[in-house]
């Protein structure tokens, strides 16, 4: 899996959001991705995806 996190900043991430969405819909990535999306209006298409994940969840998702 890789986990994209964009942090919890007021910040967007849109450009960062819609490269990785592309690169996992044309098959360039093909592992399982997941996106924590942030305040970002991006809404992936490809992968899979929350605006914030909370400590329990990642720490599941990373296997710590």
Same mark, same amino acid.
């Given at each position: 899996m890789i986990f994209v996190t964009v942090g919890s900043q007021k910040f967007q991430f849109n450009r960062l959001l819609k490269k990785v969405d592309q690169m996992a819909g044309n =098959? @360039? &990535?093909t592992e399982? @991705?997941?996106i924590q999306t942030g305040v970002s209006d991006y809404i992936p298409g490809h992968c899979r995806h929350r605006p914030f994940y909370n400590r329990n969840v990642?720490?599941?998702m &990373? =296997?710590?």
């Open positions: =098959g @360039v &990535i399982e @991705v997941c990642l720490s599941e &990373i =296997g710590s």
